[in-house]
C-alpha cells in the first residue's frame, strides 16, 4: 500500500538531509519533490498544490530546535497536513435506528458486494445482530455470491430473486429485521459498469424509501482519480455519508485516498484489503498519513492483535510460555491465528520501518504453507516433545511435507532458537511478570 509514494517521499526529505537549518531555497526544492510524488500517486493537481503550498507556509513560519533536524520538521509538518487532507479523525458508522439500515452504492466490480460481507462480519463481532439484503436486481449472480458470503460470516441472507422491485425487497427486509429482532439491516444495492441515470434514479428512490442511517460509497482504489470523480458524481445526487476504499493491497498509487475527502467532503470511514472477510479496517487518517510515510501503524497492529486473540487461550499459551512448553501445537495455532490477521505484508507494513525494510520482497500466506505441512506431517508425539525428531523423522516428516530436510532443519533449528529466547526473557522478568509484557491478555 503506498509504496512509491513513501519512496519518493522519502527521497523528497533527503533533500533537507544534512542541512542545519530551513530556508525559503531549500524548503522550495523539496516541496517541489512532494508536489510531484503527490501527483504521480493521482493526486487531484489542484489538491495536491494547495497542500504543498500549505507546508511550505507552515516550514517557514517555524523555528528548527537544537534536537530536531529540518527534514524531520518537515516530515511532522507533512504528517500533521496529511491527516489534516484525509479528514483529521476518524468518524464512527452511524448504527442508530430500529433496526439500523445500511445503504451500499458503488459501481459495479469495485467490490460493493464482497465489502457488504466484510460489514457484516465487522458489525457482528461486536455484538450486532446482522440481516444482509440482495437487491441488485439485475445481476443473478450478485444474489449468490451474497449468500455464499452470509454462509462464510455466519448472517442471515435476505432475498426475493424473482422480486424485481429493489425498494419493495429492501421494506421487506425490514420488517424481517424488526420481525425477528436483528439491530441492523445491511443493502447490497445493484452497480454498473459506469454512472447512468437509470442507476442513480433507482438508488435515488431506494434511500429515500428506506431512510438509511448511513449510505456509504464503496470505490476501487485502484482506479486513481477516476475513483474521486465517480465518488463526486454519487455524492452530488446521493449525498452519501461515507466513502468505503477497497483493493488497497493492490497496486494502487493512493491518489484516491488522500484526494477523495478533499474533494467530497465526506469521509473515508473504511478500507478495505485483500479478499478474506477480515481484511475491513476503520480509516483513521493520522494512522494512514504514517503508515504514508514509513512510520508503521502499530495501534493499528495491535487493534487486529486483539480482535483476532481469545483472551483465554491468550492466557494459556502465556502460561505453557512461563513453563517452558510451547511446542509447535502452540505455534501452528498461532500461525492461523496472524493469518486471521489480514494480509501479511500489510501487516509488516504496520511496524515502523519495516515497511521500506521489507520494499520489493514478496510476502502472503502462501509463506507459511510449507512451515504449515511440515508441523502437520508430524505425529502429534512429535509435536508435543520436537526434541525426540532424529534424522529418521526428519526425512519421514519432509518426504510426507513435500518439502526438503534441510527446510526441515531449518525449522527446528528456528523452532529450538525461539524456545530458547522465550526461556531467557522468562528468567530476565521474574517469571510471569516478564512474559506478562508480550502477550497483552496476560496477568
Do not use: W
Amino acid at each position: 500500500m503506498f509504496d512509491n509514494l513513501s519512496t519518493k517521499l522519502d527521497k523528497a526529505f533527503q533533500t533537507l538531509k544534512g542541512q542545519g537549518n530551513i530556508t525559503e531555497i531549500n524548503v522550495a526544492s523539496t516541496v517541489k519533490e512532494i508536489r510531484r510524488a503527490l501527483i504521480d500517486a493521482d493526486v487531484n493537481y489542484k489538491v495536491a498544490k494547495t497542500v504543498t503550498d500549505e507546508i511550505k507556509e507552515k516550514a517557514l513560519g517555524r523555528d528548527v530546535l537544537v534536537s530536531v533536524s529540518p527534514g524531520q520538521l518537515l516530515t511532522k509538518i507533512v504528517h500533521e497536513s496529511l491527516t489534516e487532507l484525509m479528514g483529521g479523525s476518524h468518524e464512527e458508522l452511524n448504527t442508530t435506528g430500529k433496526p439500523a439500515v445500511i445503504l451500499i452504492s458503488g459501481l459495479q466490480g469495485s467490490g460493493k458486494t464482497t465489502f457488504t460481507g466484510k460489514l457484516a462480519k465487522y458489525l457482528k463481532a461486536q455484538g450486532k445482530q446482522v440481516l444482509l439484503t440482495a437487491c441488485d436486481i439485475y445481476r443473478p449472480a450478485a444474489i449468490d455470491q451474497l449468500k455464499v458470503l452470509g454462509e462464510q460470516v455466519d448472517v442471515e441472507v435476505y432475498a426475493e430473486p424473482e422480486n424485481k422491485d429493489a425498494v419493495k425487497i429492501a421494506s421487506n427486509a425490514i420488517k424481517h429485521a424488526q420481525a425477528n429482532g436483528k439491530s441492523i439491516v445491511i443493502v447490497d444495492t445493484a452497480g454498473r459498469l459506469a454512472v447512468d441515470e437509470q442507476m442513480m434514479n433507482e438508488i435515488a428512490d431506494l434511500k429515500k424509501a428506506v431512510n438509511p442511517s448511513e449510505t456509504l460509497f464503496v470505490v476501487d482504489a485502484m482506479t486513481g482519480q477516476d475513483a474521486v470523480n465517480t465518488a463526486k458524481a454519487f455524492n452530488d445526487r446521493l449525498d452519501f455519508d461515507g466513502v468505503v476504499l477497497t483493493k488497497l493491497d493492490g497496486d494502487t498509487r493512493g491518489g484516491a485516498a488522500i484526494s477523495i475527502r478533499n474533494v467530497v467532503t465526506k469521509p473515508i470511514k473504511f478500507i478495505s484489503t485483500g479478499e478474506k472477510m477480515e481484511a475491513i479496517d476503520k480509516f483513521h487518517p493520522e494512522r494512514m498519513a504514517s503508515r504514508i510515510l514509513g512510520m508503521g501503524d502499530v495501534v493499528s497492529l495491535v487493534e487486529k492483535a486483539q480482535q483476532s486473540y481469545d483472551e483465554e487461550e491468550a492466557r494459556a499459551l502465556n502460561k505453557k510460555i512461563r513453563k517452558n512448553q510451547f511446542d509447535f501445537d502452540d505455534f501452528l495455532s498461532q500461525l492461523e491465528q496472524i493469518k486471521k490477521m489480514g494480509n501479511i505484508k500489510d501487516l509488516v507494513g504496520m511496524i515502523p520501518g519495516m515497511g521500506k525494510a521489507m520494499k520489493g520482497i514478496d510476502i502472503d500466506d502462501d509463506s507459511f504453507k510449507p512451515i504449515e505441512a511440515m508441523i502437520k506431517s508430524m505425529t502429534p508425539k512429535e509435536r508435543g516433545t520436537p526434541d525426540i525428531i532424529n534424522g529418521n523423522r526428519r526425512k519421514r516428516i519432509a518426504a510426507g511435507s513435500g518439502t526438503s530436510i534441510q527446510q526441515v532443519n531449518n525449522l527446528l533449528k528456528q523452532f529450538g532458537d525461539m524456545r530458547k529466547m522465550m526461556k531467557t526473557m522468562n528468567k530476565m522478568g521474574g517469571g510471569k511478570r516478564g512474559l506478562g509484557a508480550l502477550n497483552p491478555f496476560g496477568k
